[in-house]
C-alpha cells in the first residue's frame, strides 16, 4: 500500500504559497492508518519508549496510537495557554511565522526514553522547541518520527542530534 495516495495537497493554506499537506484521508481510511502507524511503530524496533510525545495538534493523532502500540505514556505538547497546570515552554519559528509550545513540568521524569512524534517535519521549528522542551526536563530522546518529511526543507539540520524518522519523504 503507498500511503502518499492518502496524502492530499491544499494550495495556499493556512496563507499563500504554502503547498499544506492534508492527512485526513489518511485519518479516515483504516487500512492506510494502520499501514502508516506498523510503519512508524517498525522503526522503533528493539526500542524501549517510555512516554511518547506528540505535538499539537496534528502530532496527537498518530501520537496516541504510538502510545498504545508501544504501551506508553501520552504527553500532549500544546499552544499557549491549553494546559491547566504548571507548565514550561520553548518558542520556535514556522515556514509561516513564529508560535510557541508548551508541555506540563511534571509529565517527564528524569532518565525517561522519549519518542517525539509530529505529522510533518518541515523547517523542524516544531521539532525543535519539542526536543527542547523534553530535555529541560531531563528526557532521553530515543527518536523524533513523523508521517511525513519535506526534506526540501533540511528540517533534519535542526534536530540532527537526534535519530530521525519519516514514513514518506518529499
Do not use: W
Not at 64 to 77: D, H, K, Q, T, Y
Not at 135 to 147: A, H, P, R, S, W
Amino acid at each position: 500500500m503507498n500511503i502518499e495516495n492518502y496524502i492530499r495537497d491544499i494550495q495556499d493554506f493556512p496563507k499563500e504559497g504554502i503547498l499544506f499537506k492534508d492527512i485526513t484521508p489518511l485519518l479516515n481510511d483504516v487500512q492506510a492508518r494502520q499501514e502508516c502507524l506498523t510503519l512508524l511503530v517498525n522503526s522503533l524496533k528493539g526500542q524501549q519508549i517510555d512516554k511518547v510525545v506528540g505535538a499539537e495538534s496534528r502530532g496527537f493523532f498518530f501520537g496516541m496510537l504510538l502510545a498504545n502500540e508501544l504501551n506508553a505514556g501520552f504527553i500532549p505538547v500544546r499552544k499557549p495557554k491549553k494546559l491547566p497546570y504548571e507548565i514550561i515552554s520553548a518558542s520556535y519559528e514556522l515556514e509561516y511565522g513564529t508560535d510557541s509550545l508548551e508541555m506540563h513540568t511534571d509529565a517527564i521524569k528524569k532518565g525517561d526514553r522519549i519518542l517525539v512524534h509530529d505529522d510533518v517535519l518541515a523547517t523542524g521549528g516544531t521539532a525543535k522547541a519539542v526536543c527542547e522542551l523534553v530535555q529541560k526536563l531531563g528526557g532521553e530522546i530515543v527518536q523524533c518520527n513523523f508521517l511525513m518529511e519535506l526534506s526540501f526543507l533540511n528540517g533534519r539540520d535542526k534536530i540532527k542530534e537526534f535519530p530521525v524518522f519519516a514514513a514518506i519523504t518529499y
